[in-house]
């Protein structure tokens, strides 16, 4: 479990009531301390100070691709790091439009993608109150989406993209929260979702041709999983098959990156609560993202990250020593959080809950340059 240091109290001004636990920063993306000696140049730098700087006036939670959530994550970062109130105010101001408009409407897809950012945005700030912890619980476990389901049940209903954005999200609420007990049940229902048996909710699609067993499905195909001698190992059945059955090769899919956002998310979230999931079903989410980027990414470029997705790359670099980063503009942000600027900040003398090796500070440094 990493010591949890309190900062100096910040009252998210506009929002009345007073804030709980004092104020105090959980450290859920990162901090300001891990922060204070990064430097502030460099493509990594320069990423999340442009997104800091694009407007946030107006976030979303209802519409799936507002990227305000990750400026307001962004501008977070800067004042973690600068200590620039023009940022921090930033951040105030979104959670208390989000506040005062309470319930959003919209679907549950949108609400996966979007939500966790603000949480993680405000308790790197330092920003805490009621009424925005009443907010939260209400987003993760009350208000009921236009598709009729809330956010915890979305998660606990489908294995694809929408339950693994939901996760990220509610990984990040109930730590916001300190709500150590729903985060445990997720973490562990999640787990049961990738080593089975599969959990009596979980809903797969009529297609299951890309599980190893189609009687025991997994949200990820286990280790050394092979179908008429073609190697599906790593592969989210329940995304592949947006690319079509089972096929040699298969046909091309992007929703196989998609479902991995909300879970590098989760997973650094959850590794800052020391409840890491890194080394789950023998490096799972190692599994996925190397059957993409290597296995089928050396034969179809095409499959490789790109886009909105290429910021989990530096996060999977730094969990189990692997170079998938290198040489690409990865610091940027997804659709649900990203900014891997603050990796730089993570304490390299420390052994990864996932692996003896993780990506330190002198590694990424010269890609800065």
Request: proline share 5%.
């Amino acid at each position: 479990m990493r010591n949890l240091r309190p900062i100096a109290l910040v009252i998210c001004l506009g929002i009345t009531g007073q804030p709980s636990r004092a104020g105090q920063s959980l450290e859920l993306w990162s901090s300001a301390e891990e922060l204070a000696s990064v430097p502030v140049s460099g493509p990594a730098w320069s990423a999340v100070k442009n997104g800091a700087d694009e407007d946030t006036s107006n976030p979303d939670v209802s519409n799936q691709d507002d990227p305000t959530n990750v400026r307001v994550l962004a501008a977070a970062i800067v004042f973690a790091r600068t200590g620039d109130s023009h940022y921090k105010d930033k951040v105030v101001s979104a959670i208390q439009t989000l506040v005062t408009r309470g319930y959003p409407g919209g679907r549950t897809l949108a609400w996966a993608r979007e939500t966790g950012a603000y949480a993680l945005a405000a308790d790197l700030v330092g920003c805490r109150t009621l009424e925005f912890e009443a907010w939260l619980r209400k987003m993760a476990d009350v208000w009921i989406a236009s598709d009729g389901r809330t956010l915890r049940v979305i998660f606990e209903h489908r294995p694809n993209n929408w339950g693994t954005h939901a996760f990220g999200s509610l990984c990040s609420i109930y730590a916001y929260l300190g709500d150590t007990q729903a985060l445990a049940a997720i973490r562990a229902y999640w787990i049961q979702s990738v080593t089975g048996p599969k959990p009596a909710l979980l809903h797969y699609g009529s297609d299951k041709s890309w599980h190893l067993d189609p009687n025991d499905p997994r949200m990820i195909n286990p280790k050394g999983a092979m179908k008429e001698g073609f190697n599906i190992d790593g592969f989210f059945p329940d995304d592949m098959r947006r690319g079509g059955s089972f096929s040699i090769p298969p046909g091309y899919t992007g929703y196989v990156w998609e479902v991995q956002q909300g879970l590098i998310q989760a997973a650094r979230v959850l590794e800052r609560q020391g409840m890491a999931i890194w080394d789950v079903d023998q490096q799972a989410l190692y599994r996925a993202a190397y059957a993409l980027q290597v296995r089928l990414g050396n034969q179809d470029g095409a499959w490789k990250a790109a886009g909105d997705d290429l910021w989990m790359l530096a996060f999977l670099d730094r969990a189990y020593g692997t170079d998938w980063s290198g040489h690409q503009d990865v610091w940027g942000a997804g659709k649900n959080v990203g900014w891997p600027y603050v990796l730089l900040g993570d304490d390299a003398t420390q052994p990864s809950a996932a692996s003896p090796i993780w990506l330190n500070i002198d590694r990424l440094t010269p890609r800065m340059r």
